[in-house]
């Protein structure tokens, strides 16, 4: 290091008023702006009621993918072919993602129509 090297300081022009930092009778506050992290939108998994996919294998599907117990997924199972369509779950967009596509990759290499869908919440 050089024996002329000082560290930088505000000079009268910098500092608000024109003056020397502290005069003029204003005092400095120091704000903190803070950021709060937004949760992710999430979005429902979707479950379509059709004529030809066996019950037996829409409860496999919704304990397979969606981790519910037997009971829970025959109840669901019976919503989704007594009113045409049901919530099977609610995730992050990427999960929900992944789900449908399992399901539906599922479905397809058993040959059956089953239909999963997802839209935002």
């Known amino acids: 290091m050089s024996a002329n090297w000082r560290p930088a300081t505000l000079s009268d022009k910098d500092t608000p008023g024109g003056g020397p930092p502290g005069r003029d009778g204003e005092a400095g506050v120091l704000t903190r702006t803070r950021t709060r992290t937004q949760r992710p939108p999430l979005y429902k998994v979707l479950m379509l009621n059709d004529d030809y996919t066996p019950m037996e294998f829409v409860v496999h599907v919704l304990e397979r993918f969606f981790g519910m117990s037997h009971a829970q997924a ?26 449908v596509a399992q399901v539906m990759d599922f479905a397809r290499r058993h040959q059956h129509p089953l239909q999963c869908t997802m839209e935002k919440e």
């Not at 045409?84 to 992944?98: D, K, L």
């Open 74 to 99: 025959f109840h669901l199972m019976l919503t989704v072919h007594k009113k045409g369509v049901a919530v099977v779950g609610v995730f992050s967009f990427e999960v929900a993602e992944t789900k």
